[in-house]
């Protein structure tokens, strides 16, 4: 199999070494404005360079892996699903839900899968929960809380290109509620506040919020999200049912210190990296889509699926802004 990497950043080059690792990929195919980003990769994985996304999806590639700029994203899926070539593209589908709807319009009919990189889909401990959910042995839902802890805030250029917290972090934290629990958001009401990095406050951003979520059963879903969390990397998800209640996260490298006499977990060094945390997820994630390539399988995120974690951020972006309940409805085009 061979594939196509537009984009060689952060997550990019990560991508790279993580399909140059799988047994279902012989070959790589990148492209990247950014000169010694290709070499690196031609020189590590040997990866065939291109100079341009055209020249890549006419490089014979099986599929192609969109890890470039949000504001890119729409124009390359686009062109590749002209092209016949299966996506997987990272979140979001575009900056704004009007341009991802018309993506979404492209891509209906198209024939073509489309596969938005949400990588705790793919982690065991998500996947297990949602079992859990869809076997009934919680009994039904009435609390779910999501937690997403980032050990410091991203760079003053990253946060005034995000769209703010919720667009960029909590979106992780929405989409994983409503495929865990299998329920869609109604209504959402939001807060935030600035406790830390001036620059944050400067963009017209907060670098801690909640939001409380009310989902289309009832269940309320609670949202945490902070730009700075020292201790590391938290990530975590907790279901409430009326028979049992579970967690994600709660393992030996949570980055939560316990003050309780004689306890002594956990015990081991915490998280302090995404990749880090979710290496495995990442792995399984970029397999599924060797599967898609493949047709043994069918896109495990959607675009229509991306575009409802978007659309909760959306909502809960202007209820932080206006003070107010905002339900889904609201922000629908």
Known sequence: ??????GLGRIGSFHAETLAGLDEVDSLVVTDPVAAAVATAT???GATATDSPEDLLAAGVDGVVIAAATDAHPSLILAAVRAGIPVFCEKPV???????????RAVEGS???????YNRRFDAGFAAARRAVLSGELGDLHTVRSTTLDPAPPPPAYVAVSGGI??????HDFDIVR??????????????????????REAGDVDTASALLTLDDGTIAV???SRH?????????????????IAVGLEDRLPLRSVEPGTAFPAGTPHTFFMDRFADAYRAELTAFTEVIAGTRTSPCTVTDAIEASLTAEACTLSLREHRPVRLDEVRK
């Open 166 to 171: 919720f667009r960029d972090c909590g979106v």
């Open 179 to 200: 495929w865990v629990t299998d329920r869609e958001v109604v209504e959402v009401y939001a807060t935030g506040g600035n406790r830390g990095a001036e620059y944050i």
């Open 43 to 45: 020189e590590r994985f």
């Open 223 to 225: 949202i945490s999200d």
């Open 1 to 6: 199999m061979r594939i196509g990497i537009m």
């Open 229 to 245: 969390n020292a201790r590391g990397h938290d990530v975590r998800l907790e279901l409430h049912g009326m028979k049992d209640s």
């Open 111 to 117: 024939g073509v899968e489309v596969h938005i990189g």
């Open 94 to 104: 575009a900056r704004g839900v009007e341009e991802s709807l018309e993506v979404l």
